[in-house]
């Protein structure tokens, strides 16, 4: 099959090395040259993919059977036609469009499907945050509609932050929609992602719980599997069920909760792997998160997912902007027992970049709160240099 795959960073790498085992052929597309998922692909695209046209021009060029998006920031209205012509869209041009846009599916999940969520209001400008902010309460935190891993992302303390987070949000938002949403701050006691797995014709499955902590809105550790009661995971399941249901198709969906001693809630969701579920290469399950995606999107039956490991992924960020970004300490990590990293290959860093991941496992009787520390301190011996 033909898999042309909208965005080429670290997610994307894995997916394409995983297709590549099973003999699928990949065109990798991002907006600069030399991503990572284009460096393992068989051929690859520069464009921007907001714009509609660069979006047709290479479809009809490369004729694929399916468009696997990898980011959010797509032209994705394009993807309703591109299905109409036969494509699949992964996992379907509905799930790709509202969640490229946080407003479309917060409404179907709050709205329209009844699932608990922080409460929320949208603002177009600073005079309109001031409202918003007035009904949700302080503190609440302000997202720019399209954004992802944090950009654009802070949270209101005081009245006087308010407009200090529209220009922050301004600056942060990846599409062209200047809008901005304001939740609620949710005081939780932890927060998970739920990997969930739609087939065709088959039932949906689940992963165990991959716990996560978040800094600046980006993913620092993750850990698989997290610690939950059974009510909770049972009420996440049952929302991740109908939510991946209502956007139809097939494939890997990251569903991200927040767990409050009132219950869970709803956050977002990716309707692709998730950057937290990079845990899955340490090994924690029978499949990691992107052979999943690709199964799921080729029909190819999933009979289980087995839990075989408790693991942990560290992020590797880098400090300051470069050109030529270079690693030191990856001998000690490789020195480590139980230990694995991924270095993506971004060709250029800046501030708080992602440029690698730290993996440690254990068996499953280990404390998960160990295997987690133990990647955090590894990750620490990594140093990436300008
Ligand atoms: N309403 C909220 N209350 C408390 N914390 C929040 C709230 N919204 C977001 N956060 C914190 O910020 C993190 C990032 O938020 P969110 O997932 O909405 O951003 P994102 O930019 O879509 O990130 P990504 O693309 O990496 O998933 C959450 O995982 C959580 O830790
Ligand atoms: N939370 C979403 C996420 O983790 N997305 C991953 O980060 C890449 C962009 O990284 P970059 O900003 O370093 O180019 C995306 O292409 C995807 O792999
Ligand atoms: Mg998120």
Same mark, same amino acid.
């Given at each position: ?52 046209? @660069?979006?047709?021009?290479? *479809? /009809?060029?490369?004729?694929? #059977?399916? =468009?696997?998006?990898?980011? &959010? !920031? ?90 200090? @987070?529209?220009?922050?949000? *301004? /600056?942060?938002?990846?599409? #062209?929609? =200047?809008?901005?949403?304001? &939740? !609620? ?96 290469? /340490? ?104």
């Amino acid at each position: 099959m033909k898999i042309l795959l909208l965005g080429s960073g670290e997610l994307g790498k894995e997916f394409v090395i995983a297709a590549q085992r099973i003999g699928q052929t990949i065109i990798a597309v991002d907006s600069y040259e030399n991503a990572p998922a284009m460096q393992v692909a068989h051929d690859f695209e520069v464009i921007n993919m907001l714009d509609g046209e @660069a979006l047709d021009r290479i *479809v /009809a060029k490369h004729q694929p #059977d399916f =468009i696997v998006p990898e980011i &959010e !920031a797509i032209r994705t209205e394009r993807f309703y036609d591109y299905e109409k012509q036969g494509i699949t869209v992964v996992p379907s041009a509905k799930a790709a469009n509202f969640t490229m846009n946080r407003k479309a599916i917060r409404d179907l999940a709050a709205k329209e499907l009844g699932l608990r969520t922080a409460k929320y209001k949208y603002a177009t400008s600073a005079e309109e945050l001031q409202k918003a902010v007035q009904e949700v309460g302080i503190p609440c935190v302000v997202k720019p509609l399209m954004s992802s891993s944090g950009k654009g992302q802070s949270t209101i303390k005081t009245e006087s932050d308010i407009e200090k @987070a529209w220009q922050y949000a *301004v /600056a942060g938002s990846r599409g #062209d929609v =200047i809008e901005v949403i304001v &939740e !609620a701050f949710v005081n939780f006691d932890s927060e998970i992602t739920l990997l969930t797995i739609t087939q065709n014709n088959n039932p949906t499955l689940f992963c165990a719980p991959i716990g996560h902590r978040q800094e600046r809105g980006d993913y620092q550790e993750s850990w698989q599997p997290a610690l939950v009661s059974e009510k909770d995971l049972y009420e996440a399941q049952d929302m991740a069920e109908k939510i991946t249901e209502a956007l139809g198709g097939a494939g890997l969906f990251g569903v991200e909760f927040f767990l409050t001693k009132e219950g869970v809630y709803f956050s977002e969701l990716s309707p692709r792997p998730h950057d937290t579920g990079m845990v899955t290469l /340490a090994g924690t399950q029978n499949f990691n998160e992107f052979e999943l995606h690709l199964r799921a999107i080729l029909s190819l039956p999933i009979f289980e997912i087995t839990l075989e490991k408790a693991g942990a992924s560290a992020v590797i960020l880098a400090s300051e902007d470069s050109t030529n970004p270079t690693f030191t300490g990856i001998e000690k990590v490789a020195a480590l027992p139980k230990t694995d990293f991924r270095i993506f290959g971004k060709p250029t860093s800046r501030p708080y970049r992602r440029m690698g991941v730290v993996l440690s496992h254990d068996t499953l009787s280990t404390p998960i709160n160990e295997v987690t520390e133990r990647a955090k301190e590894t990750a620490k011996l990594v140093t990436v240099n300008s």
